[in-house]
């Protein structure tokens, strides 16, 4: 069974930084390309930010680019989503998943396992 777990949320004021972390357990994390989507208040879960099982291909939502960068490290088996300059609208819950493949996509049913989440509130 595959487990991940996401930490670092919190409160933070607007253009302030937050670094959230996903852990993945067991020998499930080589080989799959990994992701971070976020699910705000009354709107549906949207794609933040994925990478390569390498680490050496890396997407970023639209809405995010130029704030967000997203990282791995394989040898401790966790991913991390880097996040600078945040706005009120990035207030939401945010989860990481793993991809079924090596290489990332955007739509959710790519992916296979999922976290509980991590929620991230930025005060204007």
């Known amino acids: 069974q595959v487990q991940l777990v996401e930490s670092g949320g919190g409160l933070v004021q607007a253009g302030g930084s937050l670094r959230l972390s996903c852990a993945a357990s067991g020998r499930t994390f080589s080989g799959h390309a990994m992701g971070w989507f976020r699910q705000a208040p009354g709107k549906e879960r949207e794609f933040v930010a994925g990478i390569s099982d390498s680490g050496s291909l890396t997407y970023l939502a639209r809405s995010v680019e130029g704030r967000f960068a997203i990282s791995r490290d394989n040898a401790k088996n966790t991913v991390f989503l880097q996040m600078n300059s945040l706005k009120p609208e990035d207030t939401a819950d945010y989860y990481c998943?793993?991809?079924?493949?090596?290489?990332?996509?955007?739509?959710?049913?790519?992916?296979?396992?999922w976290g509980q989440g991590t929620q991230v509130t930025v005060s204007s």
């Open positions: 998943a793993r991809h079924r493949l090596a290489v990332p996509g955007t739509a959710q049913d790519e992916y296979d396992y």
